[in-house]
C-alpha cells in the first residue's frame, strides 16, 4: 500500500468510500474484489475511530436471542464464524462467565432456555474452523462451580453462572487493517488524512467529493458514479450541504484499559444502573467495558469528562465488587461516538441495527449513507451494500467471495504450528516474545516484516521495553502501510502504545524510526511526539 492522492482524481471512480473504519474498509474491499473501481478516503488514519475503541471481542449475539432477534443472532454466529476461518491468526477462543440470580429472566432456567436456542442457531458454529478454534456450547453452571472457577463473580445473591465462548482479538487493529490491505491489493485506492470537504454535484446527482490532503493542504476532486458515506460520527458532515440528515442519533461509548492484571476469562456483572459491563483480559491486562451514555450527544462530543470516567468507575466496583478499580489503574480510555437509538423521554441506547439510507428516496442520487456498531457483522454489511451497488450502477451480478477468501496474512490454518516454525528459523536475537505477536500480527506475512530486518539488527530489538514490537515493524509500516504520522504507526500500526504513552523513551525510539523513513525534520519529530503525548491526554488517558 502506497499513499498517492494523486490517483485520486485521475479517473471517475465506480464507487467512492467517504470514511475508512471497519464499514467503510469492508465495503471498499468486498466493491473491489467483485471489480468495480473503488476509492476510499479518510480524514484521520484508517480505524482510528469507533473501530479502534471497540471491547476486542468477536461475539455470537448471545444478546440478541433475550429480545428473540433470530435472524440477528443468527448473522452474528455466521460472522464470527467467517472471520475464524478468514483470519485464524487475528481471534482466539475466548471463555465468558456471567453470574446467576434468582429471577424469571436471569436465573438458571432463563439461560439453560436460552443455551438452548442458542445451540439451535448457532448449529454450525464451527463449521470450517480450525480445531483451535472451536468454540464449545454454552452451559450453566453450579454456584460452588461458579465461585471455584470464576472467583471474580459478584457473590451477592449467587445461583450460578452462565457460561460460554466468542472470541478476542488481541491485535485488533490488525485485523481492521487487514481489510485496507485486502482492499488495496483488489486495486482499490486508499489515502488516509484526506477529508472530505462537500459533495460534488451535478444537478440533483452526487458525482464525487470535494477533498482536502490534510499532510498538504491541498485540495482535489475526486469523482464518482456512487458514493458511499460510511464516516461514522461524522456522516451529516457530507449531507448537510445537500440539505440532508441521516436522522442517526448518537451516544457516547467508552471502554477502559487498566494497569490491572486479568486472568484467562472474561467475566460480566451488572451494577445498579442496570448496566451490563465485561472485564476482558487482553495482553495480559484488565479491559472493561461497554459504558454508554444515557442521553445523545453531538458528533463532535468526543471527549469524555473525569466525571464521566468516575461514575463508569463506580458502576465497575459495583459489578465487581472486589475489583476496587481506582482511577490511577486507568492508562487507556477507549472512547467513541456511535449511532443510537433515541426514546421519546430523551434516553438513549445502542442502535443494534445498521441503517442504510439511499439518498435516491429523497430525490438525491449517487449517494448511500450506512452507520453501524457492530464489529463483528461489518463484512454482513458490506456484502449486502455492494449488492446495492452493483444494482445502481447497473452492474451484472457478481458473487461475493470476501466470506471464503483468506484477509492477508489469513492462510495460516495452524496458528500454533506457525508459531513452532517461526521461533525454529528466526527466533534467534529477537525478544522472546516477538514471534508470538508477529504471527497473531501479520499472520503467514510475518516473514515480510523479519526479512525487511535482515541486515539490521538494530531493527530486530524492542522498541519499548514492555511490548513485544520490533524497529522493523515500523519501518514496514512506513513503507508499505501507508503510516504518515507517529500516531499512525505507535498506535494502530503497531501496538506499541495500545495499553497507554509507552515512555518518552519508547516515543523517541519510534519517532526516530519513522522519522528517518519520512525525511523528518527535528521540528518536525518534535511536533510528532508533542502529538502522539497529546493523544494520551488527560481527557483520553493518564500518562504511564
Same mark, same amino acid.
Given at each position: 500500500?502506497?499513499?498517492?492522492?494523486?490517483?485520486?482524481?485521475?479517473?471517475?471512480?465506480?464507487?467512492?468510500?467517504?470514511?475508512?473504519?471497519?464499514?467503510?474498509?469492508?465495503?471498499?474491499?468486498?466493491?473491489?474484489?467483485?471489480?468495480?473501481?473503488?476509492?476510499?478516503?479518510?480524514?484521520?488514519?484508517?480505524?482510528?475511530?469507533?473501530?479502534?475503541?471497540?471491547?476486542?471481542?468477536?461475539?455470537?449475539?448471545?444478546?440478541?436471542?433475550?429480545?428473540?432477534?433470530?435472524?440477528?443472532?443468527?448473522?452474528?454466529?455466521?460472522?464470527?464464524?467467517?472471520?475464524?476461518?478468514? %483470519?485464524?491468526?487475528? !481471534?482466539?477462543? @475466548?471463555?465468558?462467565? *456471567?453470574? $446467576?440470580?434468582? #429471577?424469571?429472566?436471569?436465573? /438458571?432456567?432463563?439461560?439453560?432456555?436460552?443455551?438452548?436456542?442458542?445451540?439451535?442457531?448457532?448449529?454450525?458454529?464451527?463449521?470450517?474452523?480450525?480445531?483451535?478454534?472451536?468454540?464449545?456450547?454454552?452451559?450453566?453452571?453450579?454456584?460452588?462451580?461458579?465461585?471455584?472457577?470464576?472467583?471474580?463473580?459478584?457473590?451477592?445473591?449467587?445461583?450460578?453462572?452462565?457460561?460460554?465462548?466468542?472470541?478476542?482479538?488481541?491485535?485488533?487493529?490488525?485485523?481492521?487493517?487487514?481489510?485496507?490491505?485486502?482492499a488495496a491489493e483488489h486495486g482499490a485506492v486508499l489515502a488516509n488524512h484526506v477529508e472530505a470537504i462537500a459533495p460534488t454535484r451535478d444537478g440533483r446527482r452526487v458525482v464525487g467529493v470535494r477533498a482536502r490532503d490534510r499532510q498538504t493542504g491541498r485540495e482535489l476532486e475526486?469523482?464518482?458514479?456512487?458514493?458511499?458515506?460510511? %464516516?461514522?460520527?461524522? !456522516?451529516?458532515? @457530507?449531507?448537510?450541504? *445537500?440539505? $440532508?440528515?441521516? #436522522?442517526?442519533?448518537?451516544? /457516547?461509548?467508552?471502554?477502559?484499559?487498566?494497569?490491572?492484571?486479568?486472568?484467562?476469562?472474561?467475566?460480566?456483572?451488572?451494577?445498579?444502573?442496570?448496566?451490563?459491563?465485561?472485564?476482558?483480559?487482553?495482553?495480559?491486562?484488565?479491559?472493561?467495558?461497554?459504558?454508554?451514555?444515557?442521553?445523545?450527544?453531538?458528533?463532535?462530543?468526543?471527549?469524555?469528562?473525569?466525571?464521566?470516567?468516575?461514575?463508569?468507575?463506580?458502576?465497575?466496583?459495583?459489578?465487581?465488587?472486589?475489583?476496587?478499580?481506582?482511577?490511577?489503574?486507568?492508562?487507556?480510555?477507549?472512547?467513541?461516538?456511535?449511532?443510537?437509538?433515541?426514546?421519546?423521554?430523551?434516553?438513549?441506547?445502542?442502535?443494534?441495527?445498521?441503517?442504510?439510507?439511499?439518498?435516491?428516496?429523497?430525490?438525491?442520487?449517487?449517494?448511500?449513507?450506512?452507520?453501524?456498531?457492530?464489529?463483528?457483522?461489518?463484512?454482513?454489511?458490506?456484502?449486502?451494500?455492494?449488492?446495492?451497488?452493483?444494482?445502481?450502477?447497473?452492474?451484472?451480478?457478481?458473487?461475493?467471495?470476501?466470506?471464503?477468501?483468506?484477509?492477508?496474512?489469513?492462510?495460516?490454518?495452524?496458528?500454533?504450528?506457525?508459531?513452532?516454525?517461526?521461533?525454529?528459523?528466526?527466533?534467534?536475537?529477537?525478544?522472546?516474545?516477538?514471534?508470538?505477536?508477529?504471527?497473531?500480527?501479520?499472520?503467514?506475512?510475518?516473514?515480510?516484516?523479519?526479512?525487511?530486518?535482515?541486515?539490521?539488527?538494530?531493527?530486530?530489538?524492542?522498541?519499548?521495553?514492555?511490548?513485544?514490537?520490533?524497529?522493523?515493524?515500523?519501518?514496514?509500516?512506513?513503507?508499505?502501510?501507508?503510516?504518515?504520522?507517529?500516531?499512525?504507526?505507535?498506535?494502530?500500526?503497531?501496538?506499541?502504545?495500545?495499553?497507554?504513552?509507552?515512555?518518552?523513551?519508547?516515543?523517541?525510539?519510534?519517532?526516530?524510526?519513522?522519522?528517518?523513513?519520512?525525511?523528518?525534520?527535528?521540528?518536525?519529530?518534535?511536533?510528532?511526539?508533542?502529538?502522539?503525548?497529546?493523544?494520551?491526554?488527560?481527557?483520553?488517558?493518564?500518562?504511564?
Open positions: 500500500m502506497h499513499r498517492d492522492v494523486d490517483l485520486l482524481t485521475e479517473r471517475t471512480f465506480d464507487v467512492l468510500v467517504v470514511g475508512g473504519g471497519v464499514y467503510g474498509l469492508t465495503i471498499a474491499y468486498d466493491a473491489a474484489q467483485r471489480g468495480l473501481a473503488v476509492a476510499l478516503i479518510e480524514s484521520e488514519d484508517f480505524g482510528s475511530g469507533a473501530s479502534f475503541n471497540h471491547l476486542r471481542t468477536i461475539h455470537g449475539g448471545l444478546r440478541y436471542l433475550q429480545a428473540f432477534d433470530i435472524s440477528r443472532a443468527r448473522e452474528s454466529v455466521h460472522e464470527r464464524r467467517t472471520l475464524a476461518r478468514i %483470519a485464524p491468526h487475528a !481471534v482466539q477462543p @475466548l471463555i465468558f462467565a *456471567l453470574p $446467576l440470580t434468582r #429471577s424469571l429472566t436471569k436465573g /438458571k432456567l432463563a439461560m439453560r432456555a436460552g443455551f438452548l436456542l442458542d445451540r439451535i442457531v448457532s448449529a454450525g458454529r464451527n463449521r470450517g474452523v480450525p480445531a483451535a478454534h472451536r468454540l464449545p456450547a454454552g452451559r450453566v453452571v453450579s454456584r460452588g462451580t461458579a465461585i471455584q472457577r470464576f472467583p471474580g463473580l459478584r457473590r451477592q445473591g449467587l445461583t450460578g453462572a452462565a457460561v460460554w465462548y466468542d472470541y478476542e482479538t488481541t491485535e485488533a487493529d490488525r485485523l481492521t487493517f487487514a481489510w485496507a490491505i485486502a475526486i469523482g464518482a458514479h456512487v458514493t458511499v458515506n460510511a %464516516a461514522g460520527a461524522g !456522516v451529516d458532515r @457530507l449531507l448537510i450541504p *445537500l440539505s $440532508l440528515s441521516a #436522522s442517526v442519533p448518537l451516544l /457516547k461509548a467508552m471502554n477502559l484499559v487498566t494497569r490491572r492484571e486479568a486472568g484467562e476469562e472474561a467475566l460480566g456483572g451488572r451494577s445498579s444502573s442496570g448496566r451490563h459491563l465485561f472485564l476482558i483480559p487482553w495482553r495480559g491486562c484488565a479491559l472493561f467495558g461497554t459504558w454508554e451514555s444515557e442521553r445523545t450527544c453531538a458528533p463532535d462530543a468526543t471527549g469524555v469528562s473525569e466525571a464521566e470516567i468516575a461514575a463508569f468507575i463506580a458502576d465497575l466496583n459495583q459489578a465487581f465488587p472486589s475489583l476496587d478499580l481506582k482511577r490511577a489503574d486507568v492508562t487507556l480510555v477507549h472512547r467513541g461516538i456511535v449511532p443510537a437509538v433515541a426514546s421519546p423521554n430523551g434516553r438513549a441506547t445502542l442502535q443494534g441495527h445498521e441503517q442504510i439510507r439511499d439518498h435516491a428516496s429523497e430525490g438525491v442520487e449517487g449517494l448511500i449513507t450506512v452507520a453501524g456498531t457492530k464489529y463483528t457483522t461489518a463484512r454482513g454489511v458490506a456484502e449486502r451494500i455492494t449488492d446495492r451497488l452493483l444494482a445502481k450502477l447497473q452492474h451484472a451480478p457478481v458473487l461475493c467471495r470476501t466470506a471464503a477468501t483468506p484477509l492477508p496474512g489469513g492462510g495460516l490454518r495452524d496458528v500454533r504450528l506457525a508459531i513452532a516454525e517461526a521461533r525454529r528459523e528466526h527466533d534467534q536475537g529477537l525478544p522472546t516474545d516477538t514471534i508470538p505477536h508477529l504471527v497473531a500480527a501479520y499472520g503467514s506475512r510475518y516473514r515480510d516484516v523479519l526479512d525487511l530486518a535482515d541486515g539490521h539488527p538494530e531493527w530486530r530489538t524492542r522498541v519499548a521495553e514492555e511490548s513485544p514490537v520490533i524497529g522493523a515493524e515500523l519501518v514496514w509500516a512506513v513503507r508499505k502501510e501507508m503510516a504518515v504520522t507517529l500516531r499512525d504507526a505507535v498506535i494502530r500500526r503497531t501496538p506499541i502504545g495500545a495499553l497507554g504513552y509507552p515512555g518518552d523513551a519508547a516515543a523517541e525510539r519510534a519517532g526516530r524510526i519513522v522519522g528517518a523513513e519520512l525525511g523528518w525534520s527535528e521540528a518536525r519529530l518534535r511536533e510528532e511526539l508533542d502529538a502522539l503525548r497529546a493523544f494520551y491526554g488527560s481527557e483520553n488517558a493518564l500518562k504511564t
